[in-house]
């Protein structure tokens, strides 16, 4: 990826050193990462990192945008088919992108909120 596409997505990247973050491979073989930074009870930064197609970029975007800013529990409320619905990922072949997306986002949550 280029340096210009990476400045078009403010949100794709890896994070040094993140509150809680989730790795999982969907069943087409793409892989998502989400990091989260979340302080006060917040997610104060966020970003998603795959090795996926576009329709998984477009995903992970949706996602984080969706997430920033809200408590892990309200981001518990995130879901697929939102994402789905506003087109965001494109519908058929993107439908799976948009689920590896918002699970990974959950897992990256677990971790947070089970945390002792």
Do not use: W
């Amino acid at each position: 990826m280029s340096a210009t596409e990476q400045g078009a997505d403010p949100y794709f990247g890896r994070m040094n050193d993140p509150t809680a973050s989730a790795r999982l491979r969907g069943p087409c073989g793409d892989e998502m990462e989400f990091y989260l930074v979340i302080a006060g009870g917040k997610i104060e930064d966020v970003r998603y990192y795959t090795d996926g197609c576009a329709h998984t970029r477009l995903c992970g975007r949706a996602v984080a945008q969706r997430a920033l800013g809200k408590t892990a529990h309200e981001a518990l409320g995130i879901n697929p088919r939102e994402i789905i619905e506003t087109a965001e990922c494109l519908p058929d072949e993107g439908n799976h992108c948009a689920i590896l997306a918002v699970s990974t986002l959950y897992r990256a949550l677990a971790a947070y909120l089970l945390e002792p």
